[in-house]
């Protein structure tokens, strides 16, 4: 049995070595101890599954970057099979790459890895029990992932806390990507990440559309160190749980529509999710962008959302942007522990938006409740509808900004509607009109 299985793995290597062509998996299961290489070079082949169903069975002694590696290909399919990964517990060596390493390098184990690799798609996989990144993309370009189905994925550091595996990654400048009706639940980490280091090319001109995303560990989408990615159409919930699993220690509470990095000429619209365990959007490295017609939506009891945080969080730790230019218009923040936008730098609007059940918290209110303990020299900060601020991780000038046409309610908001941190003043800034009242 063992030989037979060696022999059939031997003549899909072969077949793949060929570097070119329609390949059909054998039906049923096939398991693997070692990557299934196309090779470099490879050009127009299809890896397919067949008719029956295939599927990739990954053995618990598997050794290798991924079940199937693409590296230095171009105009690559793989479609309709499944990966199975060898996931029995989720406590593993892994936390994050040191040394700036990419994450292809450092972590093992994943579903696919694409490297250095022109025109690839990727259509109608389903990948489950993947014990790091089921779809990992480095340095690639024009990548189209479509009607992926991603399921109790990613592992734990030995804390026990997420080590950001479990989704789709995209890092190293992957240019011209399309991430489309993909299915992600029960993993650990991230469900759609763009990464890359401050060294590294920015990912471009992706759009990121029709997913949907549940019970993921951290944040369901982020957009890191990128320039025109469009964020559209997309749902989900559940995010931040199971609330064990949430990194607390490193702050990495879960966000719907997250940014880290230079990011401009952005879009984030239409996307819906409910029972948010952290911050519905946060805007840190966003520059020059649009932000419309989103929501966030928790309305069960705030004790089940321990890590509830602010709606929409402007920052600027990067230094290579500045937070201006950024309109924040038509969406709906509902049932968060504080206010509703933290907003730093100049020249941003934010405009007719619903931003109700604020400060659940109950900061403000003596005593000084347990969640609102912190910066307690600047009482606005986390009571206040949207709170004007001068610095988002670097100082920057607050002014310009126009706040106007919103409906904001929340415990002490009608006193607290648009407040300034201090060395910001109102009068820098458009404020008025708005409509507040407190519950």
């Known amino acids: 049995m063992l030989l037979a299985a060696a022999f059939l793995v031997a003549n899909i290597q072969a077949a793949l070595d060929r570097a070119r062509g329609d390949i059909v998996l054998p039906a049923g299961e096939t398991r693997i101890d070692r990557p299934l290489v196309v090779p470099n070079g490879a050009r127009r082949l299809k890896l397919r599954g067949a008719a029956t169903g295939s599927t990739l069975v990954m053995n618990p002694g598997f050794q290798g970057s991924a079940a199937i590696v693409v590296d230095g290909a171009s105009e690559v399919t793989l479609s309709g099979f499944e990966i199975r990964g060898n996931r029995t517990e989720l406590k593993s060596p892994w936390y994050l790459p040191l040394k700036e390493a990419a994450f292809a390098d450092f972590y093992p184990e994943n579903g696919i890895l694409i490297r250095n690799t022109r025109r690839i798609t990727v259509r109608n996989v389903h990948l489950n029990a993947i014990r790091t990144f089921p779809v990992l993309v480095s340095a690639s370009s024009n990548v189209t992932l479509d009607a992926l189905r991603i399921f109790d994925s990613g592992t734990l550091n030995q804390a026990g806390r997420n080590n950001t595996t479990g989704g789709i990654l995209l890092e190293e400048g992957v240019a011209t990507f399309e991430i489309v009706r993909c299915v ?23 759009w990121i559309h029709t997913n949907s ?53 952005a879009s984030y619209a239409r996307n819906h999710f409910t029972d948010v365990n952290g911050q519905c959007i946060d805007l840190d490295g ?80 003596t005593p000084t409740p347990a969640r609102c303990n912190y910066a307690l020299d600047q009482p606005d900060l986390l009571r206040s509808g949207v709170h004007i601020a001068s610095n988002g991780g670097r100082p920057a000038a607050a002014t310009a900004n126009i706040v106007i046409g919103n409906e904001i309610s929340g415990y002490g908001i009608s006193d607290h509607c648009v407040t300034t941190a201090p060395g910001v003043t109102l009068d820098a800034n458009t404020t008025t009109p708005n409509q507040c009242s407190s519950k």
């Open 184 to 206: 992600i639940e029960r993993i650990t980490g991230n469900g759609i990440w763009t990464h890359s280091y401050a060294r590294s090319p920015r990912q471009s001109d992706g």
């Open 213 to 265: 995303i549940s019970t993921v560990g951290r944040d369901a989408i982020q957009v890191g160190h990128a320039t025109r990615v469009r964020v559209e159409d997309n749902r989900g919930s559940d995010l931040g749980f199971p609330v064990e699993i949430v990194d607390v220690e490193s702050h990495g509470v879960a966000v719907a529509l997250d940014t880290a990095g230079n990011v401009d000429h």
């Open 286 to 365: 966003f520059h020059d962008g649009q932000v419309r017609d989103n929501s966030c939506i928790n309305r069960k009891p705030l004790q089940a959302y321990p890590a509830s945080h602010y709606g929409i969080v402007f920052g600027n730790n990067d230094p290579g942007m500045e937070s201006t230019g950024v309109t924040v218009a038509g969406n709906t923040l509902e049932g968060f522990a504080y206010g509703g936008v933290f907003l730093v730098g100049s020249n941003n609007r934010i405009q007719n938006n619903r931003m109700l059940d604020l400060n659940r918290a109950h900061c403000g209110s």
